[in-house]
């Protein structure tokens, strides 16, 4: 069954296109990486897929939700992480907690019961009152990854989630993410880190807003006869810089 389908996706912006009919498949529980260089056009295509923003053409259809048509379900039934956005700082830890249960649609006692286990699964119930903006960046990290799994999303949008922390938490941070992906969460997950992608079941990699490249990092390395999906998307990315006068 998949959790996401795409077909031939495209979003215009007057006479530029910035995705330009792209189609994928991505499996319940499958771990996707989702990769391009700075402007390929990977955060349009997000916004497009979690309901943010309407595709100029072609389909989507997301937790079996139409994205043009039915955003508001595709919304409810996914979560979202951001590097740039996720946890509000003057909040404690329990508060956004609290704040993006009731954003989910989460029962009050839902919200208790789920709260307490997650603080306790991260051991951070002796700081559950302390204001995030307080927190190192790798707890907040994987409290803010949690807070977008706490209504069980089908499928859940992380957006170079681990930029910036330091390798061990990267680590316990992908830790994290095969433990969703086991109990059948969907992840979506893009990256600036090559090995990362080395961790996904299945990648593509986006060039100019065309997907140039997709399938597990095994076979990609294959194909392009590299050993490692860096080399991948050295080889993928740099006639685009050149073209471009990079």
Known sequence: MNAIMVRELTRRFGRFTAVDAISVDVAAGEVFGFLGAN???????????????APSSGSARVAGYDVLTQSDAVRRNIGYMSQRFSLYDDLSTRENISLYGGIYGLRDAEIRTRGDELLRHLGMEPIADALVGTLPLGWKQKLA???ALLHRPAVVFLDEPTGGVDPVTRRQFWEMIYAAAARGTTVFVTTHYMDEAEYCDRL????????????????????????????VFVRLARPATAAAGG
Do not use: Y
């Open 145 to 147: 990854f949690s807070v």
């Open 204 to 231: 593509s990699i986006m060039v100019d807003g065309r997907i140039a490249a997709m399938g597990t990092p095994a076979a990609l390395k294959a194909e392009f006869g590299v050993a490692s999906i860096d080399e």
């Open 39 to 53: 402007g390929a056009g990977k955060t349009t295509a997000i916004k497009m897929l979690i309901g943010l923003l």
